[in-house]
């Protein structure tokens, strides 16, 4: 089975600043994908970012990106320049790429909040 | 986009009442959708994953008779909170992965948040 550790239940950050929040992960598979979810004060929940443990190039997407190290189970989220709007909480979800099966396994969660 | 509605986005009932809430797929089929219970501040409980065709897959613990699962089309799931009680007052998100789309994310709906008086 997997698991999905998010250690730091909060963060705060300046506006327009940067954070990382932190991820790490335990699986015996070697292909699967990896995501970060935001789900702001409304509860949407939002993807934020994905990855591919086969590629070894880290995704980014605008003001976010990640930092995965497969040998060592850690996806990191990493936002710039800090908005007020990024005040969330953010999930880090894993799924096996095998097989037809979308489970998705959740962490715990952080709460950014980004202060003015 | 990969757009999931949910309905309704709040709902109040009396105790021993059923409860139904739609999950649809706006612009792509979905062929598995899941079901989630939330509680404010912590992740989300997959509570049972719902396949177009056959039964729900249910999670342990988990009562089937319960929750009810019918995943009617490629685009609509629907669970039903059987004789509710004020303990299954909580958010269910539903989800349904875009199997079109690299790395097959899913998408959530917006919630439905129950109330059981």
């Known amino acids: 089975a997997q698991t999905v550790t998010q250690s730091q239940p909060e963060m705060s950050v300046q506006e327009a600043e940067t954070v990382t929040l932190s991820c790490t992960y335990d699986?015996?598979?070697?292909?699967?994908?990896l995501f970060w979810y935001k789900q702001p004060p409304s509860r949407q929940m939002i993807l934020v970012i994905r990855q591919e443990a086969y590629k070894q190039q880290n995704a980014t997407e605008n003001r976010f990106s990640v930092n995965f190290q497969k040998a060592a189970k850690s996806f990191s989220l990493k936002i710039s320049d800090s908005q007020l709007g990024d005040t969330a909480m953010y999930f880090c979800a894993f799924m096996t790429a095998t097989g037809a099966n979308s489970k998705l396994t959740f962490g715990k969660g952080i709460t950014l909040s980004v202060r003015p | 986009g990969a757009v999931v509605s949910q309905h309704p986005s709040r709902v109040i009932c009396k105790s021993g009442t059923s409860v139904k809430i739609e999950c649809r797929s706006l612009?792509?089929?979905?062929?598995?959708m899941f079901w989630y219970r939330q509680f404010p501040k912590q992740s989300l409980m997959l509570m049972a994953t719902?396949?177009?065709?056959?039964?729900?897959?249910?999670e342990q613990g988990v009562e089937k008779d319960k929750f009810l699962i019918n995943h009617a089309s490629l685009t609509l799931s629907t669970l039903t909170v059987t004789s509710a009680h004020p303990e299954d007052s909580s958010f269910y998100i539903c989800s349904a992965p875009n199997r079109i789309v690299a790395q097959r994310p899913q998408y959530f709906g917006p919630g439905t948040r129950l109330l059981v008086l």
């Open positions: 719902s396949n177009e065709g056959s039964k729900a897959t249910y």
């Open positions: 612009d792509f089929q979905a062929t598995t």
């Open positions: 699986t015996s598979e070697n292909n699967y994908y």
